[in-house]
């Protein structure tokens, strides 16, 4: 009955684990928009974002998703393109720009062209190499799913041909023992009970289930057994950068003042910071708090998106923005130079006796190095994929401590340098957090997931989710499911260990049933204390 029930519920997980594969292509798609505003002679109408055709004239309003990729003709704004592309900094829009589908409209209003129907869009093709990365992988085969069927067959026919070869061929009485000899019945129910694979079936699940409750109490998510296997073998950890390596929020660098007092600099920005949405605004609302910046009265607010803004307080004008919108909107820059600061966000401030500028970096996780550091002396080689710039990404790397930084990717793009890293040896572990990594989470061979700040879609495909959002929670996976397997072999050696010398006794000297019960039961109870050790998590 045991041995019904585990491969009964054996099968009933793998039916599971086949079966959710469209639940996670479907949970990508929850997030996108089901409607959208078409412009038809010159009113808006509300439609399915199914029907839309190329060539049909779109609106899009602040905080919404874009429903297709459209191309804009009318209006500025930026759009948070991070889940898609990898990219940290809101992306400017205007009149001649792609907008993607699933990307977020930050402020303004735009309109544009439909470039391509839905089920075209960016959004659909990461869905689509979501299904075919899923197709490149190969089913996990464990050692007791391969053995346990064939050999309880096995068991059962080398038992009858025992009871057979014993009353037969030595004369041992069918049944009922005499002085001389037991019944052959007896030595085969006798080797039937030591060649008994629970212990051999409980070997693999027992462990498994250890980790995965280990591994919950400290954060990590295991999505079963496969991934726990798989993980221990990872050769190569490829890391995303934005909301991964870094944190995903702009930080100060510096501060370079050109005029005026820093003091000044700071509390002009901190005002004009407030009229604003913009992610690098509200960096820079977080510094006038931390330094104490006074209040100004500032009226007349206007914003140019992707630009800046201008205000005016007493009259004076106010101007925060990029170096080439504070230029032109007349206020004094005082011959400033403007070096080029590839891997940082500069943000300028000009006003009445006032000039500054404002370096802002989304910065490295506190705990990256050191995690990156104790997966190199396992012998680990660490690549970081991201699809934001060159210069960014190799500061970061630098940083970081990477063996190697790849930039610029797509999506696609991603998933092909995934799939080169597995074709230079070994498995291959890639940990992510946005939409855009969901398609190389599923190319790699463990995809591991960041749990707080990761998208839906991230999650959903991960076959590790770190729960608690620390990079460090993965070298506690990993060293997890290298004690697991470690654990794995350990039970399965004393499973057929004990089997192997019991059924030979048994097939030799004929060993009495109650110690035949006692060796198969103890093998059991054994297996399962070596699993609950994986409970005690011990740094390797």
């Known amino acids: 009955a045991l041995l019904l029930f585990l491969f009964s519920a054996s099968g009933a997980m793998e039916h599971f684990a086949a079966a959710r594969t469209q639940r996670e292509i479907g949970a990508l798609l929850r997030g996108a928009p089901k409607t959208a505003t078409v412009l038809e002679a010159g009113a808006e109408h509300e439609r399915a974002v199914e029907s839309l055709a190329a060539g049909m004239q779109i609106r ?5 998703q874009v429903p297709v990729d459209l191309r804009v003709t009318r209006g500025e704004s930026a759009c948070d393109e991070s889940n898609l592309t990898g990219e940290s900094r ?86 009922v023992a005499t002085a001389a000899h037991r019944s052959a019945f007896y030595r085969a129910m006798t080797l039937l009970v030591v060649m008994s694979p629970c212990a051999l079936v409980l070997s693999v699940p027992s462990a498994i289930l250890s980790a995965i409750a280990s591994g919950a109490r400290r954060g990590v ?59 690098l605004s509200r960096a820079l609302q977080r510094v006038g708090a931390q330094r104490g910046a006074s209040h100004l009265n500032l009226t007349h607010a206007d914003s140019h998106p992707g630009r800046g803004l201008t205000a005016r307080g007493k009259g004076l004008l106010y101007v925060l923005g990029n170096y080439d919108f504070v230029r032109s909107s007349g206020a004094a820059v005082y011959q400033a130079a403007r070096d080029e600061q590839h891997d940082v966000a500069e943000v300028w401030v000009a006003g009445p006796g006032i000039c500054g500028r ?35 990404a190799d500061l970061i790397a630098r940083e970081a401590g990477l063996d190697d930084v790849r930039a610029q990717l797509s999506p696609e ?42 998208s839906d879609a991230a999650m959903e495909q991960a076959e590790v989710v770190l729960m608690n959002d620390k990079l460090e929670s993965f070298v506690t996976a990993f060293q997890l499911s290298r004690r697991a397997k470690r654990i794995i072999g350990q039970n399965i050696t004393i499973a057929l260990g004990t089997v192997v010398a019991m059924a030979i006794l048994a097939l030799v000297r004929g060993i009495p049933l109650s110690l035949g019960v006692v060796a198969h039961e103890g093998s059991t109870v054994l297996v399962v204390l070596n699993s609950l050790r994986l409970l005690v998590l011990r740094r390797d």
């Not at 899009?60 to 919404?64: A, D």
């Not at 979501?130 to 080398?158: C, E, M, N, W």
């Not at 890391?239 to 003091?263: N, Y």
């Not at 990156?372 to 960014?392: E, F, Y």
């Open 60 to 64: 899009v309003r602040s905080g919404e």
């Open 90 to 175: 809101p992306v400017p829009k205007q009149p001649g720009d792609v907008a993607l589908a699933g990307t977020l409209n930050l402020w303004g209003v735009l309109d544009g062209e439909a470039l391509r129907p839905s089920n075209e869009s960016a959004l659909q093709k990461i869905v689509n190499l979501i299904a075919q990365a899923q197709h490149l992988k190969a089913p996990s085969q464990r050692f007791s799913d391969r053995f346990g069927t064939h050999y309880t067959y096995l068991v059962l026919t080398a038992c009858a041909a025992f009871f057979t070869i014993g009353w037969l061929a030595f004369g041992w009485p069918p049944f």
């Open 221 to 279: 998510l295991f999505r079963g057994g496969a991934a726990i296997e798989t993980l221990a073998d990872v050769r190569t950890v490829a890391l995303d950068k934005t909301g991964t390596l870094t944190q995903g929020v702009p930080e100060l660098v510096r501060i370079d003042t050109f005029a005026g007092e820093e003091s000044a600099i700071i509390t002009a920005a901190y005002n004009l910071a407030r009229l604003s949405h913009h992610p």
């Open 358 to 392: 404002f370096l802002l970096r989304d910065q490295l996780r506190p705990e990256a190095r050191r995690m990156l550091d104790n997966l190199r002396r396992t012998g680990i080689r660490t690549v970081m994929l991201t699809g934001d710039r060159a210069a960014t």
């Open 413 to 454: 793009a991603k998933v092909a340098a995934v799939q080169e890293l597995k074709q230079g040896g070994g498995k291959v572990a890639m940990i992510g957090d946005g939409v855009n990594d969901a398609p190389s989470l599923a190319a790699a061979d463990v995809g591991v997931a960041m749990g707080a700040r990761g």
